[in-house]
């Protein structure tokens, strides 16, 4: 079965470094996501993304979050300036259409983030 | 935000029993999800009700969807150690933007 992949599995920063998290969604998926998780805490919404474009983004999603499909297989998160808070996993999805035409998302393994 | 809200925050039961999880959203939808998720590992797609739908089954799992209540159930039946796992139900108001809540967290014992 096809997958969304994500790397690395984990990650350990510098407070204040920025990162990159990298994902290569379902290769026939053209709708992107990223959600992150505190341990132990609800699954959070940061972004969708189709088209090249952001579609939708929480307010999580600040001016230190910016999201890319810099080719035609992956699609990677930058947060720029690393806060302690930015600690957590993060998990890209994909899906082959828009979720609200009854899509299901088909998600990666995760990232774990840890800012020291 | 648009988000699910499940309920009760944890559930232990014994194998062969039933499990039962409530989530409440919030505004209109689309459609509702269920997902599941294994102890930090990704959350895997389990069931999709639309918001005309009130029933839906696959296997052992059923949904309801009662949008006058804003509502949604997952009945998980005979029940396996395997199934212990934490659910979460997902909705979005807008066309792209799956909210989750923050989970059941279900423990099935052998």
């Known amino acids: 079965e096809p997958e969304v992949t994500q790397t690395p599995s984990h990650q350990v920063t510098q407070m204040g470094q920025e990162v990159i998290l990298r994902c290569v969604p379902i290769?026939?998926?053209?709708?992107f996501y990223w959600y992150r998780q505190i341990l132990g805490q609800k699954v959070e919404f940061l972004v969708s993304?189709?088209?090249?474009?952001?579609?939708?983004k929480s307010e999580i999603f600040d001016d230190q979050f910016s999201v890319e499909r810099p080719d035609g297989s992956n699609f990677t998160l930058k947060i720029r300036s690393t806060k302690l808070e930015d600690s957590a996993m993060y998990f890209c999805?994909?899906?082959?259409?828009?979720?609200?035409?009854?899509?299901?998302?088909?998600f990666g393994s995760g990232t774990q983030l840890s800012v020291l | 935000s648009q988000q699910g809200e499940e309920d009760p925050q944890a559930l232990s039961i014994q194998e062969g029993e039933n499990a039962t999880m409530n989530c409440s959203y919030k505004t209109s939808i689309n459609n509702l999800q269920w997902y599941r998720q294994n102890s930090g590992r990704g959350l895997v797609h389990l069931i999709l009700?639309?918001?005309?739908?009130r029933e839906k089954h696959s296997g052992r799992l059923r949904v309801t969807l009662d949008t006058s209540k804003k509502s949604s159930s997952l009945l998980i039946t005979a029940s396996r150690a395997a199934d212990t796992a934490s659910y979460f139900c997902a909705t979005d108001a807008q066309i792209n933007d799956m909210r989750f809540g923050a989970g059941t967290r279900l423990t099935v014992k052998p």
């Open positions: 993304f189709y088209n090249n474009e952001i579609s939708e």
């Open positions: 009700i639309r918001s005309n739908e």
């Open positions: 999805a994909s899906s082959a259409s828009w979720t609200g035409f009854n899509e299901k998302l088909f």
């Open positions: 290769s026939n998926h053209l709708y």
